[in-house]
């Protein structure tokens, strides 16, 4: 399941929205950050890649305006992720199609039964978005 989903989720993105999952997530992550803009460090973590990764990712956003870097004004040695006005758009246009992905091929087949099921075990594994340090 873990190998295979991802896939699954991500053919639709790339089909109607051009995205890959993972630029999916890091322009969704983004969308939900306070002022749409967050550390790369907290970025890379929230969209469970590497920062290497998460800065080459964000370099072909940053080529398609949807993203730019900025130092962070808090902290010059860390950098922000920003989502522009044009990123937003994208997300926003993406997002029905993730969630109709998700719900296709992840809630719509559980029962109520296989759910809560879903949910003891994501707690016994500790994979439940509450459970990542912060």
Same mark, same amino acid.
């Given at each position: 399941? &873990?190998?295979?989903?991802?896939?699954?989720?991500?053919?639709?993105?790339?089909? /109607?929205?051009?995205?890959?999952?993972?630029?999916?997530?890091?322009? =969704?992550? %983004? =969308? /939900?950050?306070?002022?749409? !803009? #967050? *550390?790369?460090?907290? %970025?890379?973590?929230?969209?469970?890649?590497?920062?290497? !990764?998460?800065?080459?990712?964000?370099? *072909?956003? /940053?080529? !398609?305006?949807?993203? $730019?870097?900025?130092?962070?004004?808090?902290?010059?040695?860390?950098? %922000?992720?920003?989502?522009? +006005?044009?990123?937003? /758009?994208?997300?926003?246009?993406?997002?029905?199609?993730?969630? !109709?992905?998700? $719900?296709?091929?992840? %809630?719509?087949?559980?029962?109520?039964? +296989?759910?809560?099921?879903?949910?003891? #075990?994501?707690?016994?594994? $500790? &994979?439940?978005?509450? +459970?990542?340090? *912060?």
């Amino acid at each position: 399941m &873990v190998l295979l989903l991802p896939g699954q989720l991500e053919a639709p993105l790339q089909h /109607e929205a051009g995205l890959t999952l993972f630029e999916y997530m890091t322009l =969704s992550h %983004l =969308s /939900e950050a306070p002022e749409r !803009r #967050i *550390r790369m460090s907290g %970025l890379a973590f929230l969209a469970n890649g590497s920062l290497s !990764r998460l800065s080459n990712v964000v370099t *072909r956003l /940053e080529r !398609r305006g949807w993203v $730019r870097r900025t130092p962070d004004p808090d902290d010059g040695r860390y950098t %922000l992720a920003v989502l522009t +006005d044009a990123g937003q /758009e994208v997300v926003v246009a993406a997002a029905p199609v993730h969630v !109709r992905s998700v $719900r296709e091929l992840v %809630l719509d087949p559980l029962t109520k039964a +296989d759910r809560q099921a879903l949910v003891r #075990i994501a707690a016994k594994l $500790r &994979v439940r978005p509450g +459970d990542q340090p *912060r």
